[in-house]
């Protein structure tokens, strides 16, 4: 499972970096994957981590909360033009949510609801967010980052 590795990325290129490029924090190889690949690519102007706060209201805690988004990222397209994301990678079954009917309610199936529930609130917060600075929102799985599996290796 990818959600267990954890630690610090030291990028190659800090200057890149927009924060403290000394305190670069992955929690899962998904993430590291992704700084790898923003720290490695020349159309990624700059990147960030966990670096900006976004309030939304959880409709499960029935209460406003910090939303810290994975990856705030500008680069350079092809044509040139430059687009700013905000970024976010979960695992593809958090995305795609918990069954609606499963023949069992257990426990584990109401905690999966629940963080879908959160994550959707916490993701309209981050586009609405994201739409009104002019950048788009951006949902990655683990099918998406897994090929960026090799970039920054040294070869």
Do not use: H
């Not at 890149?16 to 020349?42: H, P, Q, T």
């Amino acid at each position: 499972m990818s959600g267990t590795l954890k630690g610090k990325f030291r990028p190659d290129n800090p200057d890149k970096y927009k924060g403290d490029a000394g305190n670069i924090v992955y929690r899962s190889s998904w993430e590291l994957n992704f700084m790898k690949y923003c720290d490695s690519r020349d159309e990624i102007l700059s990147w960030q981590s966990e670096e900006k706060c976004i309030w939304y209201y959880d409709p499960v805690a029935k209460k406003k909360r910090r939303y810290f988004p994975d990856f705030m990222i500008q680069y350079k397209r092809s044509d040139g033009i430059i687009v700013e994301e905000v970024v976010e990678i979960k695992p593809a079954r958090q995305v795609k949510g918990p069954p609606v009917n499963p023949k069992r309610k257990t426990q584990s199936w109401t905690r999966e609801v629940m963080t879908y529930v959160t994550n959707q609130a916490k993701w309209k917060a981050a586009s609405s967010w994201a739409e009104d600075r002019g950048m788009n929102f951006r949902l990655l799985t683990e099918k998406d980052v897994k090929q960026w599996s090799n970039y920054g290796k040294r070869t």
